[in-house]
């Protein structure tokens, strides 16, 4: 019978739980919570949602994953591009706010949920492979930007609005001339203070004697004491008759269970949008545990996170809730904050629900134009120009496929740009991969190793050429497998021996046995061996089941260098048999 660990890893982590263990979750639940009530508002603002969603997203999807997953500190709730990605999905749907909109975010939860928990069953965490990392920068930068874009608005007291930077830009200056100087004071001022905190204050607060620790967590939380500062003075001066907007009345209470609409069409046109939101969010969420876990020599499974951030996510849509995800900056608060187990995530969502049931009044008071700068700040960490560059330089290829990726996502939306990007990937990577590197190879004097002829001065034979191909062989690349190999036997007149070398095939499929089955018919024709050196234990099975192997013309070697010993005939190898080398080395 497997271990009931397997199934709910929390059980594992309630071994020889303690005091002190308890102690900790405890504390680093409090600074969480703290952190969690402004940003799960701020970011149910963001998604176009009544905030109380914010809340409700942080309270049972925080339990759920807290049994089911198996990071210690990840710290799942909103998150800003999934709120950024949920107010696109919705945008067509229905009107920002309505009851149909809000029903429209708990079918995308859910079936954000329902996609991730499949993957985790089936496995399918490789899926997130096909993000790769300049795309995921790439749009997440942009994402920063349109996020950082549609709260400029909230800032200045004005309508704004737009689903791409242009529709954006374009309403801010429509609007501009309607901007409210008091919101502009209390969004500019909050914005101003909150830069401030996160560039001096941790800094200020270690010369005064407080430790690294508590100095960065104390300037984490300096958004908390600008709420606190601006809903008083919301309150105090009623700046809500000054035109100022508030968040205004949130119910008090917990989150009713029940499912969200069934409603099949809204169900079929979410889709497409819950497959990103889950990838994207998947992505994000094993990119923190995995880096968290690191540090504390722990480790996290994978396809055991797809189905704790599936159940999350369900959890979300049958309680009120949105999309969620493990948010960097929160599940950072909360591996500093000491968090020990999972524990800690079920803390803070009880202290979620207690803001609930008693700080509602008081957030009726909370200016937007706070929550607007509590984002901007929050999202300016996602945006990296830097990147940018260093993928110019690396690759071309790759800051073609980043590039589309920031470009799409600004002007046609997130869908557009990241479904570019990832398909610009895929394209770039069959493009490599139908052209392999490819380099005629001798061996290096004194040596048994071998290196590329046009490289290095090594040794070669006439009659025995060795041709290393540096990719696995599929369909893609079969035919250019053969135009190489018998363009080059071609330019060979003395040749009798081909030596095809694989230390880097890891694959050989249907299309390239073909076209290994016709070269070798070809060179035999044309009385020329053809050997393979090098293959792989699991390639070699391959071939093993099939007539390749009986009806090769040459021999199978287990290196190159005894395929070298076996054919090269040359007596001598003296220098007139040493190829010049070009000054580049491999």
Same mark, same amino acid.
């Given at each position: 019978?497997?271990?009931?660990?397997?199934?709910?890893?929390?059980?594992?982590?309630?071994?020889?739980?303690?005091?002190?263990?308890?102690?900790?979750?405890?504390?680093?639940?409090?600074?969480?919570?703290?952190?969690?009530?402004?940003?799960?508002?701020?970011?149910?603002?963001?998604?176009?949602? &009544? =905030?109380?969603?914010?809340?409700?997203?942080?309270?049972? &999807?925080?339990?759920?994953?807290?049994?089911?997953?198996?990071?210690?500190?990840?710290?799942?709730?909103?998150?800003?591009?999934?709120?950024?990605?949920?107010?696109?999905?919705?945008?067509?749907?229905?009107?920002?706010?309505?009851?149909?909109?809000?029903?429209?975010?708990?079918?995308?939860?859910?079936?954000?949920?329902?996609?991730?928990?499949?993957?985790?069953?089936?496995?399918?965490?490789?899926?997130?492979?096909?993000?790769?990392?300049?795309?995921?920068?790439?749009?997440?930068?942009?994402?920063?930007?349109?996020?950082?874009?549609?709260?400029?608005?909230?800032?200045?007291?004005?309508?704004?609005?737009?689903?791409?930077?242009?529709?954006?830009?374009?309403?801010?200056?429509?609007?501009?001339?309607?901007?409210?100087?008091?919101?502009?004071?209390?969004?500019?001022?909050?914005?101003?203070?909150?830069?401030?905190?996160?560039?001096?204050?941790?800094?200020?607060?270690?010369?005064?004697?407080?430790?690294?620790?508590?100095?960065?967590?104390?300037?984490?939380?300096?958004?908390?004491?600008?709420?606190?500062?601006?809903?008083?003075?919301?309150?105090?001066?009623?700046?809500?008759?000054?035109?100022?907007?508030?968040?205004?009345?949130?119910?008090?209470?917990?989150?009713?269970?029940?499912?969200? =609409?069934?409603?099949?069409?809204?169900?079929?046109?979410?889709?497409?949008?819950?497959?990103?939101?889950?990838?994207?969010?998947?992505?994000?969420?094993?990119?923190?545990?995995?880096?968290?876990?690191?540090?504390?020599?722990?480790?996290?499974? &994978?396809?055991?996170?797809?189905?704790?951030?599936?159940?999350?996510?369900?959890?979300?849509?049958?309680?009120?809730?949105?999309?969620?995800?493990?948010?960097?900056?929160?599940?950072?608060?909360?591996?500093?904050?000491?968090?020990?187990?999972?524990?800690?995530?079920?803390?803070?969502?009880?202290?979620?629900?207690?803001?609930?049931?008693?700080?509602?009044?008081?957030?009726?008071?909370?200016?937007?134009?706070?929550?607007?700068?509590?984002?901007?700040?929050?999202?300016?960490?996602?945006?990296?120009?830097?990147?940018?560059?260093?993928?110019?330089?690396?690759?071309?290829?790759?800051?073609?496929?980043?590039?589309?990726?920031?470009?799409?996502?600004?002007?046609?939306?997130?869908?557009?740009?990241?479904?570019?990007?990832?398909?610009?990937?895929?394209?770039?990577?069959?493009?490599?991969?139908?052209?392999?590197?490819?380099?005629?190879?001798?061996?290096?004097?004194?040596?048994?190793?071998?290196?590329?002829?046009?490289?290095?001065?090594?040794?070669?034979?006439?009659?025995?050429?060795?041709?290393?191909?540096?990719?696995?062989?599929?369909?893609?690349?079969?035919?250019?497998?053969?135009?190489?190999?018998?363009?080059?036997?071609?330019?060979?007149?003395?040749?009798?021996?081909?030596?095809?070398?694989?230390?880097?095939?890891?694959?050989?499929?249907?299309?390239?046995?073909?076209?290994?089955?016709?070269?070798?018919?070809?060179?035999?024709?044309?009385?020329?061996?053809?050997?393979?050196?090098?293959?792989?234990?699991?390639?070699?099975?391959?071939?093993?089941?099939?007539?390749?192997?009986?009806?090769?013309?040459?021999?199978?070697?287990?290196?190159?260098?005894?395929?070298?010993?076996?054919?090269?005939?040359?007596?001598?190898?003296?220098?007139?048999?040493?190829?010049?080398?070009?000054?580049?080395?491999?």
């Amino acid at each position: 019978m497997k271990n009931p660990g397997a199934y709910l890893p929390i059980i594992n982590w309630l071994k020889g739980y303690g005091s002190d263990a308890l102690i900790s979750d405890g504390l680093a639940a409090i600074i969480v919570t703290l952190m969690l009530v402004p940003q799960a508002l701020a970011y149910a603002l963001l998604a176009g949602l &009544p =905030p109380e969603v914010g809340l409700y997203a942080s309270m049972i &999807p925080l339990v759920v994953y807290a049994l089911f997953g198996t990071s210690a500190t990840l710290a799942v709730g909103p998150v800003a591009v999934a709120s950024l990605m949920t107010a696109s999905a919705l945008g067509g749907i229905a009107a920002i706010g309505s009851p149909e909109y809000v029903g429209a975010a708990l079918v995308l939860a859910t079936l954000s949920g329902l996609i991730l928990f499949a993957m985790g069953l089936l496995r399918l965490g490789f899926l997130a492979n096909f993000l790769s990392h300049p795309v995921i920068s790439g749009f997440v930068t942009a994402s920063g930007i349109l996020i950082a874009g549609s709260q400029l608005g909230h800032i200045l007291g004005i309508e704004g609005g737009g689903h791409n930077l242009i529709e954006m830009i374009n309403g801010l200056l429509r609007d501009l001339p309607a901007t409210n100087f008091v919101t502009l004071a209390i969004g500019g001022g909050t914005l101003l203070y909150l830069f401030l905190c996160r560039k001096y204050l941790k800094q200020t607060l270690s010369g005064f004697g407080l430790s690294q620790r508590a100095a960065d967590l104390v300037a984490k939380a300096a958004p908390v004491s600008a709420v606190i500062v601006t809903t008083a003075l919301a309150w105090q001066f009623n700046l809500g008759s000054d035109g100022v907007n508030l968040v205004g009345q949130v119910p008090s209470g917990l989150p009713e269970i029940s499912l969200p =609409p069934l409603e099949f069409d809204i169900w079929a046109t979410l889709v497409p949008a819950a497959i990103l939101i889950s990838l994207v969010g998947f992505v994000e969420s094993v990119s923190v545990a995995q880096t968290l876990a690191a540090k504390r020599r722990q480790r996290i499974d &994978p396809n055991s996170e797809l189905i704790a951030l599936g159940l999350a996510n369900v959890g979300a849509g049958v309680s009120g809730g949105s999309p969620v995800s493990g948010g960097f900056s929160r599940s950072v608060v909360n591996f500093e904050a000491g968090a020990q187990t999972p524990l800690a995530g079920m803390f803070t969502a009880v202290g979620i629900a207690l803001a609930t049931l008693t700080l509602t009044g008081v957030l009726a008071y909370l200016p937007k134009a706070t929550l607007a700068a509590t984002i901007m700040i929050a999202v300016s960490t996602l945006i990296d120009f830097g990147a940018i560059r260093r993928t110019f330089d690396y690759s071309k290829a790759d800051f073609v496929a980043m590039f589309a990726t920031i470009l799409l996502t600004l002007v046609e939306g997130v869908e557009a740009g990241i479904l570019a990007g990832v398909g610009l990937s895929i394209g770039l990577y069959l493009y490599r991969t139908s052209r392999p590197h490819s380099a005629v190879v001798g061996l290096v004097p004194g040596t048994e190793h071998f290196r590329n002829i046009e490289r290095h001065s090594v040794e070669t034979d006439d009659e025995t050429i060795v041709l290393r191909v540096d990719e696995s062989l599929y369909f893609a690349n079969a035919r250019y497998l053969e135009e190489t190999i018998l363009e080059l036997i071609a330019s060979k007149p003395a040749i009798r021996n081909l030596v095809l070398t694989c230390q880097a095939v890891n694959v050989i499929d249907a299309s390239a046995l073909e076209s290994l089955e016709a070269i070798n018919k070809r060179m035999r024709d044309s009385g020329i061996a053809l050997h393979l050196a090098e293959v792989k234990g699991p390639v070699m099975d391959s071939l093993s089941r099939t007539h390749f192997c009986e009806e090769l013309s040459g021999q199978i070697f287990m290196s190159t260098y005894h395929a070298w010993k076996a054919l090269a005939h040359s007596p001598y190898w003296g220098r007139d048999k040493l190829h010049p080398a070009a000054t580049s080395t491999q």
